[in-house]
């Protein structure tokens, strides 16, 4: 009988329980002029809340859904991922690089710690003007543990061989050096997606629909959408999160017709 995996983030999902949508979306074919329908693959929210070590269901579940709906053809990753689990992400990435198909990477928001893993699986990365790229060091939560001192040493010794890992998969793809990538996620970099195209973890910059491949110009970066992403919770983990992304939404400025409504509908429900 398979092990139960670990719940590793709060939130409501259930063990094996896919975190990811698959769904087919139409492509404007403009050379053509017709409609074609490509494999959408979308990650909003957690790389999974349970751990997937010693888990051989739900990366099996990944693989199966993704050769059943993509079939071998092109497919395209949506993103907006504050992270999650690292060894979901490690795998989830293995899996879409050995995918025979071209695989187009959107961030859409945000792609952030173990997201980063699953985005630099694109052939193709391309990244919304105003979303983020974060990267930092690794870290592990222990609920009521009691630790001894070879038992730390050890843990130490396997998050600096995990950072390793990490270093190595981004100086691959950006080019950088190995100490400049060391140093970026100690100090948990954020990054623009001007900076994000700078430093190489992306090829494209999307800008009002279109693909920017010059970060001459760094745009003015009010990201609204991605708050829902960012909780409290999530705020207390990181230090550099951007000033724009804790901002609170502005207050909505109802009439008196609209207050009334709201109050007729609550005098309902009570």
């Known amino acids: 009988m398979p092990k139960e995996p670990i719940r590793c983030l709060e939130g409501n999902a259930k063990p094996h329980e896919p975190f990811w949508t698959f769904r087919n979306a139409v492509i404007q074919n403009a050379a053509a002029d017709d409609e074609q329908t ?36 092109p497919i395209t990753i949506r993103m907006n991922s504050g992270g999650g689990d690292l060894i979901a992400g490690s795998v989830i990435r293995s899996i879409l690089v050995e995918y ?30 105003s979303a983020y790229f974060m990267i930092h060091d690794p870290a592990v939560s222990f609920f009521f543990a009691t630790l001894n001192v070879e038992y730390v040493e050890r843990l130490n010794a396997e998050l600096k061989a995990v950072k390793a890992g990490l270093v190595d998969t981004y100086a691959k793809r950006t080019g950088l ?4 990538i060391s ?62 992304l804790l901002q609170p939404a502005e207050e909505p400025v109802l009439s008196n017709a609209a207050m009334d409504a709201l109050r007729a509908e609550v005098k309902i429900l009570i």
């Open 38 to 73: 490509e494999t959408e693959l979308e990650f909003y929210g957690y790389i999974s809340e349970y751990s997937w070590f010693d888990d051989d269901i739900t990366p099996k579940l990944f693989r199966d859904q993704l050769n059943q709906y993509g079939k071998g053809g």
């Open 100 to 129: 025979p198909g071209k695989v187009t990477v959107r961030i859409d928001g945000l792609a952030a710690s173990a997201a980063t893993l699953v985005a630099l699986a694109g052939d193709v990365i391309r990244m919304q003007d």
């Open 177 to 180: 050096s190995t100490e400049k």
């Open 183 to 244: 140093k970026m996620m100690t100090q948990e970099s954020w990054l623009s997606a001007n900076e994000a195209l700078n430093y190489g973890f992306v090829d494209e910059v999307i800008t009002d629909g279109k693909k920017a491949k010059d970060a001459a110009v760094t745009p003015n970066i009010v990201n609204k959408a991605i708050l829902n992403a960012i909780t409290p919770e999530l705020a207390k983990r990181y230090v550099n999160i951007p000033v724009n």
